[in-house]
């Protein structure tokens, strides 16, 4: 496997709060946008908190491939263990569940819950800390900090 680093830049906006990033789809699909996320979650966990993390969505569009560059992000920086549901698939309250069961450190939902989803329609990624609870607002804050560098 070949793993290299990829040069990117900030965008701004991207700040989740207790629900997470919810955004419209086209703007998760810009190139770098969702990457450039998931790092920040990443470089908000301590390292010894990097072990495992699971990973799973609701389905809607762009989960598939959501799914994906959440990997590839993962595995380029180490992350030991990543639990996925079947096609990137688990409810949220599954990956609360097995973030629990399994010990794992953490775990990034795909879902804008409520809202609607498609071409065109909203779009949401969040991380949940080891409880399987949303992450509290020093995390969140944490992972918008590291979004702007």
Known sequence: MDI????TKPFAGQKPGTSGLRK??????????????????????PRDQRDCLVVGGDGRYFNAEATQIILQVLVGNGIKQVLVGAGGLLSTPAVSHLIRKSNANG??????????????????????????????EAV??????NTQS
């Open 140 to 145: 969140t804050q944490a992972i918008y900090q």
């Open 4 to 7: 290299r680093p990829v040069a």
């Open 24 to 45: 419209k789809v086209d703007v998760f699909q810009q190139p770098h946008y969702l990457a450039n996320f998931v790092q920040s979650i990443v470089n908000s966990l």
């Open 107 to 136: 775990g990034i939902v795909l879902s804008a819950s409520h809202n609607p989803g498609g071409p065109g329609k909203d779009f949401g990624i969040k991380f949940n800390n080891a409880s399987g609870s949303p992450a509290p």
